[in-house]
Each structure stands twice: as structure tokens, then as C-alpha cells.
């Protein structure tokens, strides 16, 4: 079992940059497909990006493409999420997920993974 801590989230103004953590403890990354999510008051959780760790392919919705990445770092076992081009309306709480080696690619909804992570809030002012 995967445990998953998220970190970097501030207040940030418009159109800056922000990387988010998303730091695997308990087992490593092998095999994994991590997901990230984001949740604004009162709006249903959306899928913004997501990674096979293994491969190392990634899928983004056309809502985040162009704007968001998903950059690793094998050494520490961690995936970010770089936001680039901030806009007010990527205000939210941002998850990170995680599903172990599943049967189909990509996973883009919420149900669709196991471990989630505490959720780091992002706030962009105009």
C-alpha cells in the first residue's frame, strides 16, 4: 500500500507558475499509475493529468493541455505537477492519486483510483 503526501500549494497571481509534490511513502512508484485532481468549492472533482510511472506516458484532458505537466524524480520517488499560466479559475484544492498496475490507460476519473493524498490548496489572484 502507497501512502501519498501532496505539498506546494500557495497563493500564487495570475499567470505564474507553481509545482506541486506528490511524495510516495510505503512503497515506491513501480507499477503505478498517478493521477492528479483538483476540487473548487462547491464543484465536482476533476481530472487535470495523470502518469504511468512505468513508461512514463502521460495524458492530460484538453481543459490542462498545453498548461500542466507532470515531471518525476525517480531518486525521491515523487511526481509534481507543474501549472503553468495560472488563472483564477485553477483555484482549488489539488489532489494527487494513485491506482497499482491498472488493465487500461488512461484513468481519468476519480473512482477509477485507490490512494489519494490530503489535497494541497492552490489559490490565483487577479
Known amino acids: 500500500q502507497v501512502q501519498l503526501v501532496e505539498s506546494g500549494g500557495g497563493l500564487v497571481q495570475a499567470g505564474g507558475s507553481l509545482r506541486l509534490s506528490c511524495a510516495a511513502s510505503g512503497r515506491t512508484f513501480s507499477s503505478y499509475v498517478i493521477g492528479w485532481f483538483r476540487q473548487a468549492p462547491g464543484k465536482e472533482r476533476e481530472f487535470v493529468a495523470t502518469?504511468?510511472?512505468?513508461?512514463?506516458?502521460?495524458y492530460y484532458p484538453d481543459s490542462t493541455k498545453g498548461r500542466f505537466t507532470i515531471p518525476r524524480d525517480n531518486a525521491k520517488n515523487t511526481v509534481y505537477l507543474q501549472i503553468n499560466s495560472l488563472k483564477p479559475e485553477d483555484t482549488a484544492v489539488y489532489y494527487c492519486?494513485?491506482?497499482?498496475?491498472?488493465?487500461?490507460?488512461?484513468?481519468?476519473?476519480?473512482?477509477?483510483?485507490?490512494?489519494w493524498g490530503q489535497g494541497t490548496q492552490v489559490t490565483v489572484s487577479s
Open positions: 492519486a494513485a491506482k497499482f498496475s491498472p488493465p487500461y490507460w488512461p484513468l481519468a476519473t476519480a473512482h477509477e483510483y485507490d490512494y
Open positions: 502518469m504511468g510511472w512505468s513508461g512514463g506516458r502521460t
